[in-house]
């Protein structure tokens, strides 16, 4: 089992970014494949990107290609969320989530989350 803790969420104007960083503690996070959703009020939570446990492979949703970049540090425990371009669609509960199979864009796939870190897009 792996600890998640999820930073750098708030308030921004569209057009503008943001940086996610979600830290791991717990058995040996270079051995996770990671990924980040995200959940706005009354939809499910949504894919939005993962990464391999080496950062070799990367995997986005069709939302978030060329705008946003997933990429981690395992000698920091860190996996990031560079987020660029926002859109006020991109409001959201943002989630990091420690899974086995690296791009697998199914919530159910990953067993350890976060407490998730707020988004707000303005317009």
């Known amino acids: 089992q792996v600890q998640l803790v999820e930073s750098g969420g708030g308030l921004v104007q569209a057009g503008g970014s943001l940086r996610l960083s979600c830290a791991a503690s717990?058995?040996?996070?270079?051995?996770?494949?990671m990924g980040w959703f995200r959940q706005a009020p009354g939809k499910e939570r949504e894919f939005v990107a993962a990464?391999?446990?080496?950062?070799?492979?990367?995997f986005y949703a069709n939302a978030a290609k060329g705008r946003f970049t997933i990429s981690r540090d395992n000698a920091k425990n860190t996996v990031y969320l560079q987020m660029n371009s926002l859109k006020p669609e991109d409001t959201a509960v943002y989630y990091c989530?420690?899974?086995?199979?690296?791009?697998?864009?199914?919530?159910?796939?990953?067993?350890?989350w976060g407490q998730g870190t707020q988004v707000t897009v303005s317009s």
């Open positions: 989530a420690a899974g086995v199979v690296a791009g697998t864009r199914g919530p159910h796939a990953y067993d350890d």
């Open positions: 990464i391999n446990w080496s950062g070799s492979s990367t």
């Open positions: 717990g058995r040996a996070f270079s051995s996770y494949a």
